[in-house]
T-cell receptor, first 111, second 114 residues
Framework: SQQGEEDPQALSIQEGENATMNCSYK?????LQWYRQNSGRGLVHLIL?????REKHSGRLRVTLDTSKKSSSLLITASRAADTASYFC???????????FGPGTRLSVLP | DGGITQSPKYLFRKEGQNVTLSCEQN?????MYWYRQDPGQGLRLIYY???????QKGDIAEGYSVSREKKESFPLTVTSAQKNPTAFYLC?????????????FGNGTRLTVT
């Protein structure tokens, strides 16, 4: 069952601009995680935000979580061409027994 | 270096044949997972295992089978009963000793069945 939905499905920006991706989900969660996937490769974990946290930063990444709206956003600041990839949110229920992924946002950063 | 190794990277099979995808991890993780990814889509869970000799069906287990005889290994067999097996298959593991442990992924096996 697919619980997370990323928005937009695709995003194209110029290098140096900020990129914002959103994720909505349906049920209560333990935490929400964001992953990145380069074409033809596995997913790489970027950042995790717990259900009792509202905002988290890691380098150029900023994640917010609004549990009342069941939504999260991922902001990549000062984007680079190397940020071109698909980004997925995964909601975690039952303390890691079930990771549910959304369909992803395809980000293209143009040089 | 610790990580997850999936092999082979590309696999071609004729319709009607069973095929086994390999997944090995040296991260000492208890939990392992198999996901299927179709073009432009998210990941769908096939099977997961939280401990040796135990595994659970995911959302799309029909036509697939797994085994977990060793902590390090979680092979996936795509049987001839799987109606549309051509896809990208991803194996992952996590440390279930921690409540908020992320998934570590291999680099996938792309299976093409003709």
């Amino acid at each position: 069952s697919q619980q997370g939905e990323e928005d937009p499905q695709a995003l194209s920006i110029q290098e140096g601009e900020n990129a914002t991706m959103n994720c909505s989900y349906k049920t209560s969660i333990n935490n929400l995680q964001w992953y990145r996937q380069n074409s033809g490769r596995g997913l790489v974990h970027l950042i995790l935000i717990r259900s009792n946290e509202r905002e988290k930063h890691s380098g150029r990444l900023r994640v917010t979580l609004d549990t009342s709206k069941k939504s999260s956003s991922l902001l990549i600041t000062a984007s680079r061409a190397a940020d071109t990839a698909s980004y997925f949110c995964a909601t975690v229920v039952n303390y890691g027994q079930n990771f549910v992924f959304g369909p992803g946002t395809r980000l293209s950063v143009l040089p | 270096d610790g990580g997850i190794t999936q092999s082979p990277k590309y696999l071609f099979r004729k319709e009607g044949q069973n095929v086994t995808l390999s997944c090995e991890q040296n991260l000492n993780h208890d939990a392992m997972y198999w996901y299927r990814q179709d073009p432009g889509q998210g990941l769908r869970l096939i099977y997961y295992s939280q401990i040796v000799n135990d595994f659970q069906k995911g959302d799309i287990a029909e036509g697939y089978s797994v085994s977990r005889e060793k902590k390090e290994s979680f092979p996936l067999t795509v049987t001839s009963a799987q109606k549309n097996p051509t896809a990208f298959y991803l194996c992952a593991s996590s440390n279930q000793g921690y409540d908020h442990s992320p998934l570590h992924f291999g680099n996938g096996t792309r299976l093409t069945v003709t």
